[in-house]
């Protein structure tokens, strides 16, 4: 442990979408607020950056950018340096330190950001720690900057917090590494739900929670479940932290928790559009979707954009298909509310139109008659986002080498993960067959279907050639690899 933090095991590299700053900049375009410029030179800090995958991604897709990324883990700081040389990135540093030292640092010594993120480290580190992070957030985000912060809340953690405790006591009295303590605990508190434990019939949600901890990975459950400080917050108390600093409430990085349509219960809406203070509107908003984790953004400074502003501002945001949307129709959303189903006549020319080629929302506004509104496109574009049915598009597409540089050193790990894809500005999720056939391509970019099925171990040849089909030609436009 390093103040209560676990330090025998590494976290698993695991890449978040919502940090990166194509989709920082398609999110604030929709709340209609100002967003720092992403396609300029910009510099970007990760908090708590593990074994880098998220800070690498935003080196490679943005050679113009300076990013500085921090760890309290050496081995993990070590791995993400080598990442980093091995893909030849030299827009990137990574800092072996805690929250305490940073903020200590001279001030000259860092500098100042235009983004501050953070993801799985507020809820989990020492009040000590995360007041620092937080002296650091006020002190280096610059005017206009816009800062990301993953944290647990209530009232959804707030049943797993009474466990909690539990499981991280009853694993220390056990033998083994974090893994294998976190496991144990866990299976204990499994034996006291089989056994009719009166926690469990009280809150039946445990029972699905526990259920649901059982099948995560082990490292991930380790250092979800064992760290000294682990606490859920209040968005109420979190926003006052984040005043504290200098920064504003402005919305989510999960888009659908923007829109209180697809978001609340119906009975609820009513009742939450008539509340006018933030913290209120915000604190009823997680008592009825009953939330568990917040993706929060905040600025420093800065106004919401004017209507004429944020119609300029939506016009211009460009979104590309995914791999595996639909090409028409009208999808289902899986919401916290649970499914929704999407209106093809409003859905399904849009979907049409991606599948085509990238748009931006001003041409996508057109392909109804009359033109769509803009606050209906908007909703529609932030949904699309959300489903992973599409994806912003770089506005200045970056050169590939560096996305392919650090996308062979990915797929040699053998295992499945993320590859960068730099018109995105984001990484893809892969199998361990589409990482190694990516890292055959990535090696010799003219190796034909037959030969790369044929170089590969048996066990992973049809999946190779599912992608092979369904994917190469998409994943080489999307700049994942060469074509």
């Not at 029972?207 to 968005?235: C, G, K, T």
């Not at 697809?262 to 939330?291: S, Y």
Request: proline residues 8%.
């Amino acid at each position: 442990m390093t103040d209560g933090y676990i330090g025998d095991i590494a976290y698993p590299a695991v890449f978040h979408r919502e940090m990166m700053p194509a989709w920082l900049d398609a999110v604030l375009r929709g709340l209609g607020q100002p967003a720092p410029d992403f396609a300029g030179r910009f510099r970007w800090c990760e908090l708590g950056c593990g074994a880098g995958l998220n800070s690498l991604a935003v080196a490679a897709c943005h050679p113009q950018a300076e990013v500085v990324a921090f760890d309290i883990d050496p081995a993990q700081v070590r791995a993400a340096r080598a990442a980093a040389e091995a893909a030849g990135l030299r827009n990137i540093a990574f800092h072996q330190a805690g929250f305490t030292e940073i903020a200590a640092a001279p001030e000259e010594r860092f500098g100042q950001f235009d983004a501050i993120v953070t993801h799985g480290v507020l809820s989990w580190i020492s009040a000590a720690q995360r007041q620092a992070a937080m002296a650091f957030i006020a002190r280096a985000l610059r005017p206009g900057g816009v800062a990301y912060a993953h944290y647990m809340t209530h009232p959804g953690m707030s049943a797993a917090a009474a466990a909690q405790p539990l499981l991280r006591r009853h694993a220390e009295t056990l033998p083994g590494d974090s893994t294998q303590k976190a496991r144990g605990a866990l299976q204990f508190l499994s034996r006291l739900s089989e056994a009719g434990a009166g926690y469990f019939a009280a809150h039946p949600q445990e029972r699905h929670r526990l259920q649901a901890a059982l099948r995560q990975d082990d490292h991930a459950l380790a250092h979800e479940l064992l760290p000294a400080h682990w606490q859920p917050f209040h968005i109420g108390e979190m926003m006052a932290v984040f005043a504290g600093a200098g920064c504003r409430y402005l919305g989510s990085a999960t888009p659908a928790e923007n829109i209180d349509a697809v978001c609340l219960p119906a009975r609820t809406r009513p009742l939450v559009a008539g509340l006018t203070d933030p913290v209120l509107a915000e604190t009823a908003r997680d008592i009825a979707r009953n939330q568990t984790l917040r993706r929060d953004l905040y600025m420093r400074g800065g106004q919401p954009l004017p209507p004429d502003a944020h119609l300029r501002a939506l016009g211009g945001l460009g979104l590309a298909a995914l791999p595996g949307a639909p090409r028409g129709g009208g999808p289902q959303f899986d919401t916290p509310i649970g499914p929704v189903q999407g209106e093809a006549a409003l859905f399904g020319p849009l979907l049409a139109a991606l599948a085509q080629a990238p748009r931006s929302l001003e041409q996508l506004a057109r392909l109804h008659g009359p033109p769509l509104h803009p606050a209906q496109l908007n909703q529609a574009a932030q949904m699309l986002l959300w489903s992973g049915c599409a994806h912003p598009v770089a506005r200045h597409l970056p050169a590939p080498a560096p996305a392919w540089a650090l996308n062979r050193h990915l797929a040699r790990a053998g295992e499945a993960g993320w590859l960068v894809a730099p018109a995105l500005g984001t990484a893809l999720p892969a199998t361990a067959a589409e990482m190694a056939a990516a890292a055959l391509v990535l090696d010799d970019p003219a190796i034909p279907g037959t030969a790369l099925a044929a170089a590969l171990a048996p066990a992973l040849r049809q999946e190779a050639e599912r992608w092979q089909r369904d994917k190469r030609a998409a994943w080489a436009l999307l700049g994942v690899l060469p074509g």
